[in-house]
């Protein structure tokens, strides 16, 4: 009997975490201004943990886990990740960051490393991308947006 209640008790305490972890189902919060934002970087994709952030100066944690060099740029744009306007670069298309806002860049993340970008973020629209050459065009950009 004894043996029951521990196990009915462990089922509870699992489930009321797993309950935590997973959240309402409602809304998704933002990140707040002045915190930490996680986002990796993977051939060939950004994922990115917050459906925005707020206001602010927000700090990216950035891990590049994929096998190639990567870079991550953040632009302020309400075009869609995939529709920025490109040209080509040695004969491969990246990205035009000179026809739009670009907020902040860190350029040669090496595989398998981590690093930080702090950047100061208005409210609007904006695009995350790699854009060392090919990598954009392969689908490694994700919108966000900065709300007050």
């Known amino acids: 009997m004894k043996k029951r209640i521990s ?15 997973c959240g309402g189902g409602g809304s998704k919060s933002q990140a707040p201004s002045g915190g930490s934002v996680g986002v990796t970087l993977k051939d060939f994709s950004i994922s990115f943990a917050e459906p925005g952030v707020k ?29 920025l306007p490109t040209h080509e670069e040695k004969g491969v298309k990246v990205a035009d960051e000179e026809s739009l806002k670009g907020m902040a860049e860190k350029e040669d993340i090496a595989p398998g490393t981590s690093t930080t970008l702090t950047v100061s973020l208005p409210p609007g629209n904006y695009v995350m991308i790699c854009n060392i050459p090919g990598h954009y065009i392969q689908g490694m950009a994700t919108g966000f947006s900065v709300s007050s």
Do not use: M, R, W
């Not at 089922?11 to 797993?18: G, N, T």
């Not at 886990?65 to 990740?81: K, M, N, R, W, Y």
């Open 7 to 21: 196990a009915v008790f462990a089922i509870a305490a699992v489930l009321a975490l797993a309950a935590v972890a």
């Open 55 to 83: 206001t602010g100066q927000v700090t990216f944690a950035i891990k590049n886990d994929g096998p190639s060099l990567h870079e991550f740029v953040i632009l302020q744009t309400d075009l869609a990740p995939t529709a």
